[in-house]
């Protein structure tokens, strides 16, 4: 007899806005417990001293976690300038200082070399495997690791504010991989006055924004709610809010139940997408699998299980 899993079946995402000081681990832990959940995980680690948002999947959301890494981030991010620090923020030891100060002229100047495809060597501090060794664990044994530079891309760099000579504001929109204090400490080091984040907050992950997102204290107010839960039910987004970037399959119900068997159907009528590629079935609004469009045929290759 199989073991019955602890917790209720929850499926779906919370768009978190994550609190400074708290690790995404701790996150995932705690909106867990809220909700009871059997299952749980995150798309896209946040370091603990910086904030926003940290969407955090449910159930069978688990399965789609990889769409939401993988879609473009944004970030607003705060740079003082004068000093590189070992973690490449405010949480480190400052490595080597400088007097000088850039102006905005300066560091607009040198902005398009750090937008588009751009090699970028990842903080010592960071997940980073190494030998099947998180670098971050390394580093803080006082081990020197070698992180190989590697290509990340980032749409968009810019300020938005610069409240004093020792203080610039930027935005980034960036793909995946992308470490904003790597471009922190970079920018300083070519501008030769040196740098490092002392702010950081995540605003866009793939389709979640901020409009999306809800603290820990309200998602804990919906906990204890003598509403029958429906505080949290509200909270709760659809398993399918991460793969808008995906082609949508409208199928009938006898289709419907050969791909939740695993089983491919055949795309008939005007209305068959002519598009290949990934794509995900919906039947009565419910996600029934994501697959493979291909040939006027639809393959499921991760189905949902909603019990």
Not at 18 to 26: C, L
Not at 240 to 248: F, H, I, V, Y
Not at 277 to 291: H, K, Q, T
Request: aromatic share 6%; net charge negative.
């Amino acid at each position: 007899m199989a073991r019955r899993k602890k917790g209720n079946i929850v499926n779906g995402w919370i768009v978190l806005d994550k609190r400074i000081g708290m690790t995404s681990t701790q996150s995932v832990g705690a909106v867990r417990r809220i909700f009871d959940a059997q299952k749980a995980g995150h798309a896209g680690t946040l370091d603990p001293l910086a904030t926003g948002i940290l969407p955090i999947a449910l159930g069978e959301a688990t399965k789609t976690v990889s769409y939401a890494v993988d879609g473009e981030k944004a970030y607003r991010f705060s740079v003082r300038w004068g000093a590189e620090t070992n973690t490449d923020d405010a949480e480190g030891t400052v490595a080597r200082s400088s007097e000088q100060r850039p102006t905005m002229a300066d560091i607009e100047e040198i902005l398009p070399r750090y937008i588009g495809d751009v090699m970028q060597t990842p903080p010592q501090f960071s997940a980073i495997k190494i030998d099947g060794n998180r670098a971050y664990d390394l580093a803080r044994e006082g081990e020197v690791v070698v992180i190989e530079p590697r290509q990340v891309h980032i749409d968009a760099l810019r300020i938005v504010d610069m409240p004093d000579d020792s203080t610039t504001v930027f935005e980034a929109e960036c793909g995946r991989g992308t470490y904003v204090r790597a471009i922190a400490r970079d920018i300083g080091r070519e501008l030769g006055c040196f740098g490092h984040v002392i702010a950081l907050r995540r605003t866009r992950v793939g389709p979640f924004h901020e409009d999306d997102a809800i603290t820990m204290d309200d998602l804990e107010a919906a906990g204890q709610a003598q509403d029958g839960g429906a505080a949290l039910a509200a909270a709760l987004r659809s398993v399918d809010a991460a793969l808008e970037g995906l082609t949508q399959l409208q199928v009938s119900q006898q289709d419907g139940g050969r791909i939740a068997r695993g089983q491919s159907i055949l795309i008939r009528g005007r209305d068959a997408p002519v598009m290949t590629g990934e794509a995900y079935a919906m039947c009565r609004g419910r996600p029934l699998a994501i697959g493979i469009l291909e040939q006027g045929e639809f393959k499921p290759l991760r189905v949902f299980n909603f019990g």
